[in-house]
């Protein structure tokens, strides 16, 4: 199993980590108002608009709260504006590890991820350090027991999907970015709730720890993802589950 979709797993598992510790309105609210800003406020024009109501009813957001949000992305009502800035930078070991993040103060945010990266076993690269070892996809998970292989690849082949791939107990299916939406509303349409379903950047290799190494990486994940101004945080590790429960 990949270490992207086992860190999804484990979160998944160990209850969405952000929203037990109540962050997730905030970043969904980020998502909301951004992508109003940049695609304007038509749900049905904007896909990104589109996934991100999605995902604030899913988080159980009051329909006031996300209409206010995209209005202030649209500038109908006045907030914060939000820069989005991606951030590169080191693991323990070595680990690649891109940070997508959404502020209305970069020094304060850069300072903060530096921080949280220096005392985990990392350090903050320069733009480009990392990058190139990772690709910017649609990344769809469906777990095995919703259909079949054959089944799955003839519903998202068709509606444009890149990949699918055989991961244990769950199928990951890749896609371009501009091609997400059909695919995911495609699975949707089918009767077959995702277990993931984002647009992020995916590492094309993988470096395995264990012991001090794993236990440290999950400590650094945990930090990142607990930080307000970070919506995405993407890394080239794996590990066994047992390391990765902790």
Do not use: C
């Not at 970069?106 to 733009?127: D, F, P, Q, Y």
């Amino acid at each position: 199993m990949s270490g992207h979709s086992k860190w999804h797993t484990i979160k998944h598992k160990k209850g969405a980590l952000d929203a037990k510790r109540g962050k997730l309105f905030t970043k969904l609210i980020k998502e909301l108002t951004v992508a109003a800003r940049t695609g304007g406020g038509d749900v049905e024009a904007n896909a990104r608009l589109r996934k991100a109501v999605s995902d604030a009813k899913a988080g159980n957001m009051p329909n006031d709260t996300i209409d206010r949000a995209i209005k202030r992305g649209t500038g109908e009502i006045e907030g914060v504006s939000y820069e989005e800035i991606t951030y590169e930078g080191y693991g323990p070991a070595g680990v690649a590890v891109m940070i997508e993040a959404m502020t209305d103060n970069r020094n304060r945010t850069v300072a903060e991820i530096r921080h949280i990266l220096s005392k985990n076993g990392g350090n903050l690269g320069e733009a480009g350090s990392v990058g190139w070892m990772f690709e910017k996809k649609g990344y769809i998970v469906v777990d095995k027991s919703a259909r079949s292989e054959d089944e799955l690849f003839e519903i998202v082949t068709d509606a444009g999907a890149e990949d699918l791939r055989d991961d244990e107990d769950v199928y990951e299916v890749i896609t371009s970015p501009t091609d997400f939406d059909a695919v995911l509303t495609a699975v949707k349409n089918a009767g077959i709730e995702p277990q993931v379903a984002e647009v992020e950047m995916i590492p094309q290799n993988y470096i395995k720890l264990e012991g001090a190494d794993a236990t440290q990486m999950i400590k650094l994940m945990e930090s990142l993802e607990d930080n307000d101004d970070v919506q995405k945080v993407s890394a080239n590790f794996d590990m066994d589950e047992d390391d990765m429960q902790g």
